[in-house]
């Protein structure tokens, strides 16, 4: 059983940066794909990055490309998002999802291609 638990939520003003972690546990020794989405309230939930745990590929939404990175570190079991020049409009409820692949190919962008997901964390940003 996978769990997730993301941390670094919080507000942040607007041009400034913040940084989202999410601990796994429970994996097995299976490559993931491993994503962030968000969402806010009244509309659905997107994907902002993903990654591939075993080449750590990576994808990101043309609205967050330059701005974010998505990294990992295996030793610890944990993905982080890297979020700079913050707009009003990424603010939002950050999830970390995961999925087991076998294939970086089957790294999917829709929220029901993933399986396990975290709690959330709310990310604010003021201007």
């Known amino acids: 059983q996978v769990q997730l638990v993301e941390s670094g939520g919080g507000s942040v003003q607007a041009g400034g940066s913040v940084g989202l972690s999410c601990a796994a546990s429970?994996?097995?020794?299976?490559?993931?794909?491993m994503g962030w989405f968000r969402q806010v309230p009244g509309k659905e939930r997107e994907v902002v990055a993903r990654m591939y745990t075993f080449d750590s590929s990576t994808h990101y939404a043309d609205s967050v490309k330059g701005r974010f990175t998505i990294s990992q570190d295996k030793a610890k079991n944990t993905l982080y998002l890297q979020m700079t020049s913050l707009k009003p409009e990424d603010a939002a409820m950050y999830y970390c999802?995961?999925?087991?692949?076998?294939?970086?190919?089957?790294?999917?962008?829709?929220?029901?291609?993933?399986?396990?997901w975290g709690q959330g964390t709310q990310v604010t940003v003021s201007s």
């Open positions: 999802a995961a999925a087991a692949a076998w294939s970086s190919a089957r790294c999917r962008d829709d929220r029901y291609s993933y399986n396990y």
């Open positions: 429970g994996y097995t020794g299976r490559p993931y794909c």
